[in-house]
DNA sequence: TCGTAGACTGATTGATCAGTCAATGATGAT
DNA sequence: ATCATCATTGACTGATCAATCAGTCTACGA
């Protein structure tokens, strides 16, 4: 008996296949932006003929979703595979900071899709939906690590206005990361220092010192 | 002897219609996107021949180019339409953070064209041209404000660092007001909370009690 | 060995769009 | 009144691309 065994490798094998056009896609994007994107393209990519990608994906539309999806699966899984229970919020917090300005999954190939997709944040529901339900887990996350340093050095202000900020400041070095001619790690060294400033000011002693400034 | 006269009267009606034109496609951008843009889109908003879009522009790429021209020409001009020689340092500030959080050049409209032409910055020099040079001008006004402030009340952290991170501040909110669902007055608000309780960190004294919330 | 399911191919089709161009209209100079 | 200039028009062309579909190939079960 083993058709269970065929369906699991067949259905293993769509998997693989799936993700490799979703990888192609991603790669595509960031070399040609979400305009620029042809099916074609992605096949050449992906190293498959033309109607492999209109069977597997019904749509170009379905695709790029499913693209999206793929983007925002890696970011969490290298967010979770970063994050330590044991640490304290400092820890947590200089552990967001080297995931989101420097690491691999915030490079510019991966920022320039980002950007791509919010472009099309007000026109696109389905986009939008991502984006706000990848915010709002974000902020579920950064909002605890805030409010515990806050417990310990009570600074004078709404915490929840102190999470909002960190993150308003993340999204807006990684588009900045775009503008910059030397896309370096120079850029990326200042962006750090200037989210280490940010939570020095409302928590100095947690942040008082610089600790680690590379992982 | 009326030549000059003529030739006066003849360039400002191109201008004129130059100008409707990059109007259209400002509005046809937030509308359909960069992708979406297409030349008849733009000749019907402007109420004129498909030609003449062709004729004044010689491709699409000149008009998007133009288009965004006027657009960080608007956004400066309403800049310094703000700008009152006369302010100190904080009252610049408010009068900044109302400017670019909630104002009329910064509605849906005009950010949705802004993150369309954000989105290609990676590929297009000419884009990048402006937004690093927009950028640059931006920290200039910015930059003698917060170290004006540290003159006073001087922080524990280079001013230059504290402009950068209130300059991605502003980029970052600009992208979540796209994702949020409600674009209202209440996000709005909440963004200028999060600037005040970020200047009040590092200079509480000037930003310590709430003054004016609405200009 | 044969049959079948379904992964896979790429030529074809129809739609869309940027750019061209020959013709038209309006305005002002002579 | 005539002419010259130049803004303006929109039908047309060629290119591009998403989607379709008729057929091929492969792996596995009977």
Request: charged fraction near 25%; charge should be neutral; include cysteine.
């Amino acid at each position: 008996m083993s058709k269970p065994d065929k369906k699991s490798r067949d259905a293993e094998k769509v998997a693989r296949r799936r993700q490799s056009l979703t990888q192609a896609a991603i790669t595509v994007i960031a070399r040609k932006g979400l305009p620029g994107v042809t099916l074609a393209d992605v096949a050449r990519q992906a190293g498959c003929g033309y109607g492999l990608v209109s069977f597997h994906f019904e749509t170009k539309d379905r695709l790029l979703l499913a693209a999206l999806d793929a983007l925002v699966e890696e970011y969490r899984a290298a967010w979770h595979a970063r994050s330590n229970p044991h640490d304290d919020a400092t820890a947590k917090l200089e552990a967001l900071i080297d995931l989101d300005l420097g690491s691999d999954v915030t490079d510019d190939r991966h920022i320039a899709v980002w950007t791509a997709f919010w472009a099309e944040t007000s026109r696109n529901a389905d986009y939008r939906a991502r984006f706000s339900e990848l915010n709002r887990a974000y902020l579920a996350r950064l909002e605890p690590l805030i409010s515990a340093l806050a417990q310990k050095e009570p600074p004078a202000a709404d915490y929840r206005l102190v999470a909002g900020g960190l993150s308003a400041i993340f999204d807006g070095l990684w588009i900045e990361s775009q503008i910059g001619d030397g896309h370096g790690e120079a850029d990326w060294a200042r962006a750090r220092a200037i989210c280490r400033t940010y939570l020095r000011a409302f928590f100095p002693k947690s942040f008082g010192t610089e600790t680690s400034q590379r992982p």
